[in-house]
C-alpha cells in the first residue's frame, strides 16, 4: 500500500510547514510549531505533489503504472483467495438448504406403532394396580410382599422409560428427522463461526468481497431460523392438542412411581424417617448401588442402608447429614432437580448437551463406555461403520440399554445373562456391554470400533475413554441446583478428589486422573517443530481431548476442569519436557479456513496454561487427524479438539 503524505493547511499561517508547503509521511506527522489545530488543517497530498517534492519526475509514469500494477496483483490475488473461500462457504451452504428444503416438505410424523394412548392408557392401569396392592400391604404390615411389589415397581419404572422414548420418537422416521434437523442447526453454527472469522480477512484487507459475506451471513442467519423452527416442531411436548396432553399424562407417572416406591419405604426399617433427611441425592438404580452409594459410604464413614422402596439411608454421624439416595431414573430425576426437592442428581444422560452445562450446575465425575463383546474364537475383530448393527444382543443392565439407544445400537435380541456370559455362551453373536461391568481378566474379546475409513480403530482402554477417542465412550455427571448446600458441594469435591477417583476406578469407571498414551508418528514431527526441539526423543500425550462447542472456541464442561488439573499433573510428571497443544476441527466449511480456526483454538489453550506457569506452544492442524466420523454431530463434536502433548527434548 502506498504511504499517504501530508501537507499543512493552516489559514493563519502559524505553522512552518504551511509556510515551505513540504511534504511530510502521515506516521511521521507531528506538529512543528505546537499549534494545537494542527491536525484539523492537515490536508492530503495528491500524487503529482508527491512525484515533484521527491524529484520522480523522469520516473514518475514508470513508478505509477508499477504501483498500480502491484496494487492490482494484490487486489486479483486477495479476491482470489477470499473468493475462493467464500465460494466454499457457499457451496456449504447451498448442499445444507437443499436438505432442509427436503426435510420441511416432509409430512409431520404421527403417532408411535402400536398407539401412544392405549400404551399410556395400560401403564397408567399397571401403576394403579400397583398403587392399591402396596396400600393394602401397608395396611396388613406385610414386608414380605416388599420384594415382588419392589420387581413390578423396576418393571414399571423401564416401561415408563421406553415410553418417553417412544414419544420422542413419534414414529419410525421421525427420530431420524429430529437428528437431522439438530445436526443441520450444529452445521449452520460452524458455518457461522467460519464466516466470522471470513469477515475479518476480507475487512482488514479491504476487500470488494465484503458485500458477498455479508449477503451470506444474513442467509445463514435466515436458515437457521428455519433448522430451529423444524427442530422444534418435531420436539417433544411442543405439539398442541392431544398429544400435549398425553405428554402431560405421562410426566406424572414417574412421580407416583416415586411415591409407591417411598411408601414401601414403611415396610422396612430405616435408620431415620425420610422427612427428617439434610440431603437427598437421586441415581437411577443401578448407577446409585454401583458408583454413587460406595462413593457416599466412603466420604460419610458408614455404609448405606437399602430401604425397601429402593432407596438408600445414610446417617452420616461424623458428618451431621442424614442422607437419602433416591432411585429416580433420569427423566423424573431431572424433574425432581427442577423443582428442587433433591440436592444432587447423578446421571449418565444429562439434560441436554454437556455445552449447554456451566460448572456453577454440574462436574463430570467418572467415564464409562459401551463395550462390545464377542467370543473369544469369533474372527471380528473390528466394528466397522459399514457393518449392520441391528443383530446386536442387548444385556439386561438398564444402563446398557440407555446408553446403547443413545449411540444407535439397535439390539435384535435381549439376554437375562451378563454380558460376558451371553458372549461365551454363542461364538456367533456381538453382546452389548458396558466397560464398567466387564471387569478385569475378561475371557470374552472386546471388539475395536472404526466410526470412519479415515479414523484409526480404537478398543476401548482407560485411555481411549478418558480422552473419549473411543467411539462410545460417555459422561457421569453430577448436577445440582442453584442453590447449592455446603455439605453437597463438599460430596462433589470429594468425588472429584484423588481418594473419590480412586474409588471410581475401583468400581470398574475410567476416572478423571490424567495419564499418559502412546504417540502416533504421524504427530512426531509437528511436535518437533512446534516446540523448537528438531529432534523429538520422546512425546507423550495427556488422556484428555480438550473439547468446544460449535463454532467457539468456548471450552465445554470436563475440559474446563481438565485445565486444572493439567498444570499440577505437569508441574509433578514432566517438569523439564515442553508442552505443546495441537488444535483440530471437523470439517464443516472450506479446508483453507480450518487452519486459522485450529490456531485459534491451541492459542488460546496454550496462553491459559501459561497463566499457570506452563511454558505452552501451539499448533492448529485443523480438519486432518479425526478421531470420529464426521458424519455425525456427536463426530463432529469430538473432532473439534485441542489435544495436549508433552515433549522430551
Known amino acids: 500500500m502506498i504511504p499517504k503524505y501530508y501537507k499543512c493547511g493552516d489559514p493563519t499561517g502559524r505553522c512552518e510547514r504551511c509556510l515551505t508547503g513540504k511534504l511530510v509521511n502521515g506516521k511521521q506527522w507531528i506538529c512543528a510549531s505546537d499549534n494545537p489545530s494542527c491536525l484539523e488543517f492537515r490536508e492530503e497530498a495528491t500524487l503529482a505533489e508527491v512525484i515533484t517534492e521527491f524529484n520522480l519526475g523522469r520516473y514518475a509514469v514508470g513508478l505509477v503504472a508499477l504501483v ?35 426435510l420441511e416438505a416432509m409430512p409431520k410424523p404421527k403417532g408411535p406403532p402400536g398407539g ?60 431420524s428427522l429430529k437428528a437431522e434437523a439438530t445436526q443441520l442447526l450444529n452445521s449452520y453454527r460452524e458455518l457461522e463461526g467460519v464466516v466470522e472469522s471470513l469477515q475479518d480477512q476480507v475487512d482488514s484487507s479491504d476487500s470488494p468481497e465484503s458485500e ?126 427442577a423443582d428442587g426437592t433433591i440436592d444432587l442428581l447423578v446421571s449418565d444422560i444429562p439434560g441436554g448437551g454437556d455445552a449447554e452445562l456451566s460448572r456453577s450446575r454440574a462436574e463430570v465425575i467418572a467415564l464409562n463406555a459401551v463395550t462390545l463383546l464377542v467370543h473369544p474364537d469369533n474372527p471380528l475383530k473390528v466394528l466397522k461403520s459399514d457393518l449392520d448393527n441391528s443383530g446386536f444382543v442387548l444385556g439386561s443392565d438398564p444402563a446398557i440399554q440407555r446408553n446403547a439407544k443413545r449411540f444407535g445400537l439397535n ?37 475395536a470400533v472404526q466410526p470412519s475409513p479415515n479414523v484409526p480403530e480404537l478398543k476401548p482402554s482407560p485411555f481411549s475413554i478418558a480422552t473419549e477417542d473411543y467411539a ?27 481418594d473419590g477417583q480412586a474409588i471410581v476406578e475401583k468400581q470398574g469407571y475410567v476416572d478423571l486422573r490424567l495419564r499418559q498414551g502412546d504417540v502416533n508418528p504421524a504427530i512426531l514431527a509437528v511436535l518437533g517443530e512446534v516446540s523448537g526441539v528438531g529432534n523429538v526423543h520422546s512425546a507423550t500425550r495427556i488422556s484428555t481431548n480438550l473439547r468446544f462447542a460449535t463454532g467457539k472456541a468456548d471450552l465445554d464442561l470436563k475440559a474446563i476442569a481438565d485445565m486444572e488439573r493439567i498444570p499440577k499433573y505437569i508441574a509433578r ?60 454431530e456427536a463426530g463432529h463434536a469430538k473432532n473439534r479438539r485441542a489435544e495436549v502433548w508433552v515433549v522430551k527434548p
Open 212 to 337: 458477498r459475506v455479508v449477503q451470506l451471513s444474513d442467509g445463514i442467519r435466515r436458515s437457521k431460523g428455519r433448522a430451529q423452527k423444524l427442530l422444534a416442531s418435531n420436539t417433544p411436548g411442543k405439539s398442541e392438542g392431544k398429544g400435549e396432553l398425553e405428554t402431560g399424562e405421562l410426566e406424572k407417572l414417574p412421580v407416583i412411581l416415586a411415591q409407591v416406591g417411598k411408601s414401601l419405604d414403611a415396610l422396612v426399617p430405616t435408620p431415620f424417617p425420610p422427612s427428617s433427611a439434610t440431603m437427598r441425592i437421586a441415581a437411577p438404580s443401578d448407577l446409585a448401588e454401583s458408583l454413587l452409594v460406595p462413593l457416599l459410604n466412603s466420604w460419610a464413614g458408614s455404609d448405606a442402608v437399602l430401604s425397601g422402596g429402593g432407596d438408600y439411608y445414610l446417617d452420616a454421624q461424623t458428618r451431621g447429614e442424614k442422607i437419602v439416595v433416591e432411585s429416580l431414573d433420569a427423566e423424573a430425576g431431572r424433574q425432581a432437580l
Open 68 to 102: 498500480i500494477f502491484l496494487m492490482l496483483l494484490l487486489s486479483l490475488g486477495q479476491c482470489s483467495r477470499h473468493g475462493k473461500a467464500i465460494d466454499g462457504v457457499a457451496a456449504d451452504v447451498d448442499r445444507l438448504d437443499e436438505r432442509l428444503s427436503q
Open 411 to 447: 439390539a435384535s435380541d435381549k439376554t437375562d445373562r451378563t454380558p460376558l456370559d451371553e458372549a461365551l455362551h454363542n461364538r456367533d453373536r456381538i453382546v452389548l456391554s458396558l466397560y464398567s461391568l466387564d471387569g478385569t481378566g475378561l475371557k470374552a474379546k472386546r471388539l
Open 472 to 498: 462410545y465412550s460417555f459422561r457421569i455427571i453430577a448436577a445440582n441446583p442453584p442453590d447449592l448446600k455446603s455439605a453437597v458441594t463438599e460430596f462433589v469435591q470429594f468425588m472429584t478428589s484423588d
Open 573 to 632: 510428571e514432566f517438569p523439564t519436557h515442553k508442552v505443546v497443544i495441537l488444535g483440530f476441527t471437523d470439517n464443516t466449511g472450506p479446508r483453507e479456513l480450518h487452519g486459522p480456526l485450529s490456531q485459534r483454538r491451541a492459542d488460546e489453550i496454550a496462553a491459559e496454561l501459561r497463566k499457570s506457569k506452563v511454558d505452552s506452544n501451539s499448533k492448529g492442524l485443523g480438519m486432518d487427524f479425526p478421531v470420529d466420523s464426521n458424519d455425525t
Open 116 to 175: 401412544f394412548a392405549k400404551t399410556l392408557e395400560e401403564a397408567r392401569r399397571n401403576i394403579s394396580a400397583l398403587k392399591g396392592d402396596t396400600d393394602k400391604a401397608i395396611a396388613e404390615k406385610n414386608a414380605e410382599q416388599v420384594p415382588s411389589l419392589r420387581q413390578r415397581l423396576s418393571a414399571l419404572q423401564v416401561s415408563i422409560q421406553n415410553l418417553w422414548q417412544s414419544r420422542g420418537g413419534l414414529n419410525a422416521g421421525s427420530a
